[in-house]
């Protein structure tokens, strides 16, 4: 497998085409959500406030870092929502040199459009969510309750990796939180309102009794 943490390097001078053509020739079926993990740490590490760097230049760097999120989309090694939550990071990190953002920075990394991002990446909405929530926490006390009354000695059967709603549910409850971090840079109010109305069901969103 191609080293994650040799990736930055290797992408950054390419153009958006050639570098899907560079993923593409080392990852057929795509990279593993692995691997885009991997990337996506060194990525933020180079991005971050101990990394000299001219405005101009930094700007440059944070598009290829969006380009980056975008492709782990498109090529399936992220979810759509996790891909967002990518972006809030930038967004924090963008924050911590640019505010304002300047003309040259990525809009996917400044609080609005990396909102806007999420929230439209959300596999379900916020009645759904609850909802699969409250479902979820039914599902796991019958477990717990059967747990407790199987025979002694007879294993417990294998945790079925998570598909459909409830996948999506766990993908919700791992980005919204998330948008604490810049939604009170938010200048759209709608937007801000709508962050902020997710941000207050968190608490109903846990999938544990």
Request: proline share 11%; net charge negative.
């Amino acid at each position: 497998m191609t080293d994650p943490w040799l990736a930055w390097d290797a992408l950054r001078t390419l153009s958006a085409g050639q570098r899907e053509a560079w993923l593409r020739e080392r990852f057929p079926d795509g990279a593993p959500q692995q691997w885009w993990r991997a990337v996506r740490e060194d990525t933020e590490t180079r991005l971050g406030p101990l990394r000299p760097a001219s405005a101009d230049g930094r700007a440059a760097d944070f598009a290829v870092a969006v380009h980056l999120a975008v492709l782990a989309e498109r090529t399936g090694g992220l979810s759509p929502a996790r891909a967002g939550e990518w972006l809030l990071n930038l967004a924090v990190i963008a924050l911590r040199h640019f505010f304002p953002p300047p003309p040259g920075l990525p809009v996917e990394v400044t609080p609005d459009g990396a909102v806007r991002f999420v929230l439209g990446a959300l596999p379900l909405t916020r009645e759904e969510a609850l909802r699969a929530a409250g479902e979820e926490r039914r599902r796991a006390a019958e477990e717990d309750e059967a747990a407790r009354s199987r025979v002694p000695g007879r294993p417990l059967p294998r945790p079925a990796r998570p598909t459909g709603t409830r996948a999506a549910l766990l993908d919700v409850v791992w980005v919204v939180p998330s948008l604490a971090g810049v939604v009170g840079h938010v200048t759209d109010q709608d937007l801000a309102d709508e962050a902020r109305a997710w941000l207050a069901a968190v608490p109903l969103l846990d999938p544990e009794p």
